[in-house]
């Protein structure tokens, strides 16, 4: 089985990535063993020997036995020869395709696909992505979490305005497009952004993570479960639009985010029913999501949510 390991490199602005391939190929299926041929026993009938009168026990006929032996000897030959061929052609990789017989070509093709592994394993870290609609206090409760736990927060929507904003950024005028119309910025850029900045904190001796506001759409889930790392659970804020609404027009008074507005929020509400609830949808259907009633007091909504965690995992 070869494995794939892709670390991008975005801090810098850049959006190369330098992949790596480790590939450590199966070994074909083992050739098959020479068959075993039947012994034959040859009793030795001698002159003086009493039973050499018995008519029923004749001397048997040194022709058919010589037969049997030069036939069980060229099936061995025929046989030691193929397997020669087939290890011939495993050994000497720099064959033509043309010159592999198809059989052992369709055996390499299945032995040589590509498994990609995540950057940090379960042992590694544990990530916990926390979804639900704009405004719903999401990045609230995270803060309340990391100041009684041992947690890092990383919000998606944090880490790109943090982007937009840097000087030189080669990504800061269509990430700041992709927010103010309320659209999911490409994956590749959020998902670089999250890895460095978890990179940086495993360093740091970290491991449990809150993702914030991802993965919002299923390629970014996907993606992020097979290069970065796969998450634990997902928790799910949930709340009236109508409520989240009103959290964000007061949010808006001070914030200075350009996406909340009106007009900016009404587009946001329509790419989290459309793009983001099938994610949703799709850990539910994995039994890996933990809702979590949000409209009531910021510190109600706290306390169910610590019991829900501890239910799950070790506070
Ligand atoms: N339970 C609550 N009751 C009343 N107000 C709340 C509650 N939770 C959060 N808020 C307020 O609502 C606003 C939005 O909260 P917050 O920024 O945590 O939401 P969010 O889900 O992270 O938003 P976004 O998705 O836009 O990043 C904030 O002004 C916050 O103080
Ligand atoms: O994975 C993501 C997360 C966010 N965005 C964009 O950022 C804004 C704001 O996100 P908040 O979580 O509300 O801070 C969001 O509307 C998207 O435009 C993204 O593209 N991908």
């Not at 309340?144 to 000087?167: I, K, M, P, W």
């Not at 109508?242 to 959290?247: I, N």
């Not at 799709?282 to 999501?289: A, E, F, L, P, T």
Request: overall charge neutral; some cysteine; glycine content about 6%.
């Amino acid at each position: 089985m070869a494995s794939l390991r892709c670390t991008p490199l975005l801090r810098t602005g850049t959006a190369a990535s330098v992949c790596r391939l480790r590939s450590s190929l199966l070994l074909l299926p083992a050739s098959p063993q020479p068959r075993a041929f039947a012994v034959q026993t040859v009793r030795s009938y001698s002159a003086g020997n009493s039973s050499s009168n018995d008519p029923s026990k004749k001397p048997p006929n040194v022709f058919a036995l010589l037969g049997i032996i030069l036939a069980g000897s060229g099936v061995f030959y025929l046989l030691s020869k193929s397997m020669q061929k087939e290890r011939e052609v495993r050994r000497d990789m720099k064959l033509g395709d043309s010159e592999i017989p198809t059989e052992i070509r369709e055996k390499q093709a299945a032995a040589t696909t590509v498994v990609p592994v995540p950057a940090f394993s379960k042992d590694e870290v544990k990530v916990i992505f926390v979804l639900g609609g704009p405004g719903v206090g999401k990045g609230t409760q995270c803060a309340n979490l990391v100041r009684d736990y041992d947690f890092v927060h990383l919000s998606a929507g944090d880490l790109l305005r943090a982007e937009q904003a840097r000087e030189g950024s080669e990504y800061g005028e269509l990430i700041s497009t992709y927010i103010r119309e309320g659209k999911i910025v490409p994956q590749e850029i959020t998902i670089a952004l999250l890895r460095n900045a978890m990179q940086d904190a495993v360093k740091e001796g970290h491991s449990k993570f809150l993702i914030d506001g991802f993965p919002r759409k299923m390629d970014q889930a996907i993606k992020f479960e097979e290069d970065v790392a796969v998450s634990e659970f997902t928790l799910y804020f949930d709340c009236s639009e109508d409520v989240m609404l009103q959290r964000l027009l007061k949010r808006g008074e001070t914030s200075g985010r350009s996406d909340d507005n009106i007009e900016s929020i009404k587009k946001r509400f329509k790419t989290f029913v459309d793009t983001s609830m099938p994610v949703i949808d799709y850990y539910r259907g994995q039994n890996k999501v933990i809702s979590v009633p949000c409209e009531k007091t910021k510190e109600e909504v706290y306390d169910l949510l610590k019991e829900k965690i501890s239910d799950r995992m070790s506070l």
